[in-house]
């Protein structure tokens, strides 16, 4: 099924420097959404997004959602060890009102 | 307030069998939603539950069928299994009254097909 580009892959970072990841897509959505998931555990929901150029915090995270509706952008600054994770984007397009679309994921690792 | 709990938490069948996974949505969600992880992939949509009818289908064939009961618990039926089914199965639930799509997830089932 169609998946997001989502990228880097995986991150090795160093405790305290700030983290960008990114999510593109060729089709237009309405909304964007991140996910953090942890091993063994479902998807958390950190960022919704509704309106292209929108920017929104949740605490050391910030995302946009793009101008062209068609990308969507996550930082997280001074991470911190447990930062760790794999940061899922997902879409919801116009034509599929009920589902969500999901990039591969980023995995984020901090160096010891 | 517990959160969404699915049931069971492992499971191994053999190929051709019937499964039967069960979700409880977190306490005042209306809406379930059932995803198929690969290993190392993102979540695929499955189907949406809201007012005990399948909502929206995503493309997964006649094989993968659900039910939402009226206390909106809800079952992913997925008969004559195959090897590509296995995967980590995640139910997540939501409230219509603001929004369906901040889906709260559970820890899901990993079903493994032999």
């Known amino acids: 099924g169609q998946q997001l580009n989502q990228s880097p892959q995986s991150m090795f970072i160093q405790e305290g420097e700030d983290v960008s990841m990114n999510c593109t897509s060729s089709s237009i959505f309405n909304t964007w959404l991140w996910y953090k998931q942890e091993p063994g555990e479902g998807p958390v929901l950190l960022i919704a997004l509704y309106k292209a150029g929108e920017l929104t915090s949740n605490g050391r995270l910030t995302a946009q959602f793009g101008i062209t509706r068609k990308d969507s952008f996550l930082n997280i600054s001074a991470s911190i060890p447990s930062d760790v994770g794999i940061y899922f984007c997902?879409?919801?397009?116009?034509?599929?009102?009920?589902?969500?679309?999901w990039g591969a994921g980023t995995k984020l690792i901090i160096k010891p | 307030d517990a959160g969404v709990t699915q049931s069971p938490t492992h499971l191994i069948k053999t190929r051709g069998q019937q499964v039967t996974l069960r979700c409880s949505p977190k306490s005042g969600h209306d809406t379930v939603s059932w995803y198929q992880q690969a290993l190392g992939q993102g979540p695929q949509f499955i189907f949406q539950?809201?007012?005990?009818?399948?909502?929206q289908r995503g493309n997964f064939p006649d094989r993968f069928s659900g039910h939402q009961f009226p206390n909106y618990s809800s079952e992913l039926n997925v008969n004559a299994l195959l090897l590509g089914d296995s995967a980590l199965y995640l139910c997540a639930s939501s409230w219509a009254g603001t929004g369906w799509e901040k889906l709260f997830f559970g820890s899901g089932t990993q079903l493994s097909v032999l």
């Open positions: 997902a879409g919801q397009r116009g034509d599929s009102n009920y589902q969500l679309i």
């Open positions: 539950y809201y007012e005990e009818e399948e909502r």
